[in-house]
């Protein structure tokens, strides 16, 4: 079994700490200081493994994100080697984002600190996201550009806003539909992505 090092044990669970933080209390409200005490290490170890507030912020974000595209693009890859219907590139963006937020370490939390990045106005954490994470999206438009060619750019954005608009609301459990006692929490999730997917389709299909 491999045994963590400690500074690797220390640099996830200020990462883990800092995630529900920014999660409760938003990115200006969860203060180093705080990071700090729930993480029952000091300020130094932030400055070691971080450098900065900032710098966190953009780790918190890593360690979900580049997993996720990653999952995004091998799964757009797939379908791509066919000839895929507006449904499974649909199913290519919408799963992986849906299994991550099942994940019981943090899956929750971290949805809640993506809609904190879009609610509130941080232009560099934006300009963050954009720089490393766009291309991922810009793959997609051009993938759904190719099965939607009565949409011009800009209502295919508006469009696909909607979707990702969506998608986050599915995956932070906001909705009306709650889990039933006797489904699981997989189940569950297999019908909010069977749903959403054919709702987007929907959506996409619709003349412009």
């Known amino acids: 079994m491999r045994i963590a090092s400690p500074s690797f044990s220390t640099r996830e669970r200020i990462l883990g700490v800092a995630e529900t ?6 990115f200006a409200g969860a203060s180093l200081r705080q990071v700090t005490a729930a993480a029952k290490v000091n300020l130094a170890a932030v400055n070691y493994h971080f450098g900065s507030k900032e710098s966190l912020i953009e780790e918190v974000f890593r360690r979900r994100l580049d997993e996720l595209n990653r999952q995004r693009l091998a799964s757009l890859a797939v379908v791509q080697a066919g000839e895929p219907a507006l449904e499974d590139v649909l199913d290519a963006f919408i799963r992986p984002a849906l299994e991550q937020s099942m994940d019981a370490a943090g899956g929750t939390a971290f949805v809640r600190v993506l809609a ?4 509130e106005h941080d232009e560099r954490l934006r300009k963050f996201l954009s720089d490393n994470y766009g291309h991922v999206l810009r793959e997609f438009a051009t993938a759904f550009a190719r099965l939607l060619p009565h949409l011009d750019k800009e209502e295919l954005y508006w469009r696909l806003d909607i979707v990702a608009g969506a998608l986050t609301y599915a995956m932070a459990d906001f909705g ?20 959403l997917i054919r709702f987007a389709a929907a959506g996409l299909r619709a003349g412009s």
């Not at 904190?116 to 609610?119: H, I, S, T």
């Not at 009306?176 to 992505?193: C, F, N, P, W, Y």
């Open 21 to 26: 933080l920014f999660a409760r209390h938003g």
């Open 116 to 119: 904190r990045a879009y609610a």
């Open 176 to 195: 009306m539909i709650k889990r039933k006692g006797d489904v699981t929490e997989r189940s569950h999730r297999e019908l909010a992505a069977a749903h």
